[in-house]
């Protein structure tokens, strides 16, 4: 496929790997942000191409994961209602909730949908006016246009029977939540290119400024992140503290005009609990008062604060970078994909089911 | 969750920008996609798309750059070598 294959040539990212070592004088300690770059990180070993001096930390870029506990079990009381259709992307139907996930709830008859598209969500509200369709949107800002759009056309086409239950993040303030933590060690960051690419970069400019932190927006394949790690580091060798943008094929300093204006109209910032790390102001979307129609929590109640969840589980270090998979007991014994006891196990780009895929002694074949 | 996949478009149709629909072909397998995010697009480019939606189109120039910054760093290594 153009655009992929040419960025996994094995060549040059031995090229790249050699740059970095002989860049590199001092420890660095980079996050890579995005849970799609961590997977690409672990499945191609670009982890173990690096010199021992530059350490790769995995960030809490996983939708999936952060999504807290009490939306999960919102979206499964709302599947028992025996006129919703809860249509969700097909990461979220294993999560666990306090008391089971999406999965054993449509197993009970609930009416959960997979959809590939928040639009695929509208036509079925169309095709079906006497049900009422949820859709479950969460995501980070790469999502959030799409989920806004669906929002935007049920608006314009006066579809009654839509609603959207939402539990939307967004990613500098959790960057800027792990940069203000007393015990942080990220010396930079590789930005997620996809956010970027609807947002633009020049939120993360005040960032690096006042934590003098070289930030560089980088994309997916290996060649992509062994460059950002490469200008990363050597930003950090020149003591320079700026944003830099590797993945220039898709991301433009004002990012996707129209995407954002869409995410304007629909949604407003809010404050965000993610799962996992805690309360984090200013870090999640809600719909605007002009959407307020389309609000799921109007139809169905609001969202109740979930207590802590307990147990042996660690992926709240996992989802700030503190703690690598293998740190924990239970990985890969009595926490697997099929048996997960965390969401960074249960999401396909979770960091732990990442480990457990393509590191542990006992994966699969992988690919 | 954030994956976004390059396809290269075969067709545009629609005229109300909110709802034009390409034809967009990811190496054989071609599927409509919304492309409202991208009101420049125009058969023949490549775009990537996330959840059905194009959000930006490959900037073929820009994408050719990381392998002129391979080639200098190619150089570079390699003369580090000789030393």
């Known amino acids: 496929m153009k655009f992929r294959d040419e960025y996994r040539d094995p060549t040059a990212a031995r ?27 672990v499945r191609f070993g670009i982890d173990e191409l690096l010199p021992k001096m530059v350490t790769l930390v995995h960030g809490p870029g996983c939708p999936v994961c952060v999504t807290p506990l009490e939306y999960i079990d919102k979206a499964i ?5 025996s006129e919703v259709i809860l249509c969700s992307y097909g990461d979220m139907l294993r999560v666990p909730g306090s008391s089971g996930d999406l999965l054993s709830a449509k197993a009970l008859g609930g009416d959960i949908r997979i959809v590939y598209s928040p639009l695929d969500a509208l036509v079925i509200a169309r095709a079906q006016p006497s049900r009422e369709v949820v859709f479950f949107a969460v995501g980070f800002e790469t999502t959030a246009p799409a989920n806004a759009m669906a929002a935007y056309h049920a608006k314009r ?15 500098p303030p959790a960057m800027r939540s792990i940069l203000a933590s007393p015990d942080n ?29 070289p930030i560089v927006v980088t994309g997916f394949e290996p060649l992509d992140i062994l460059e950002g790690i490469y200008l990363c580091v050597l930003q950090l060798e020149a003591g320079r503290a700026i944003v830099e943008n590797q993945y220039s094929r898709s991301v433009r300093r004002d990012g996707n005009r129209q995407a954002k204006a869409v995410m304007r109209e629909v949604f407003r910032v809010i404050p965000r609990r993610w799962r996992g790390i ?4 200013e870090s999640g979307l809600g719909l605007a008062e ?5 609000d799921a929590e109007r139809r169905f109640g609001p969202v109740r604060t979930a207590v802590d969840e307990q147990g042996v589980c660690i992926s709240g270090n996992v989802l700030r970078g503190r703690s690598k998979p293998t740190d924990c007991p239970a990985f890969g014994t009595r926490c697997t994909p099929e048996q997960p006891l965390g969401v960074t196990m249960v999401s396909s780009e979770g960091t732990c089911a990442a480990y457990y895929r393509y590191r542990s002694a006992n994966a699969g074949s992988g690919n | 969750m954030c994956l976004a996949i390059p396809g290269r478009i075969l067709s545009v149709s629609g005229d109300d920008p ?49 392998f002129e910054y391979l080639r200098e760093i190619g150089e570079l290594t390699e003369g580090a070598e000789v030393k």
Not at chain 1, 23 to 32: A, G, Q, R, Y
Not at chain 1, 77 to 81: K, P, Q, R, T, V
């Open chain 2, 18 to 66: 909110i709802t034009r629909i390409g034809r967009v072909d990811f190496g054989g397998i071609v599927k409509e996609i919304n492309l409202a995010y991208v009101p420049e697009a125009t058969p023949g480019n490549h775009v990537l798309v996330h959840v059905g939606f194009a959000i930006t189109v490959i900037d073929e120039l820009e994408a050719a750059s990381v």
């Open chain 1, 15 to 41: 090229h790249l790997a050699a740059a970095i070592a002989g860049t590199v004088t001092k420890p660095w300690t980079l996050m890579e942000v995005c849970g799609g770059q961590t997977h690409a990180i």
């Open chain 1, 77 to 81: 009381e709302i599947a028992g209602h």
């Open chain 1, 185 to 213: 060690r990220i010396h930079g960051f590789l930005a997620a290119g996809h956010v970027c690419t609807i947002m633009g970069y020049e939120e993360y400019e005040p960032i690096a400024v006042q934590y003098r932190v």
């Open chain 1, 157 to 171: 086409e006066g579809i009654t029977n839509f609603s959207m239950l939402v539990s939307h993040v967004l990613v």
């Open chain 1, 290 to 294: 002009a959407y307020a129609d389309f």
């Open chain 1, 278 to 281: 805690g309360d984090i102001a």
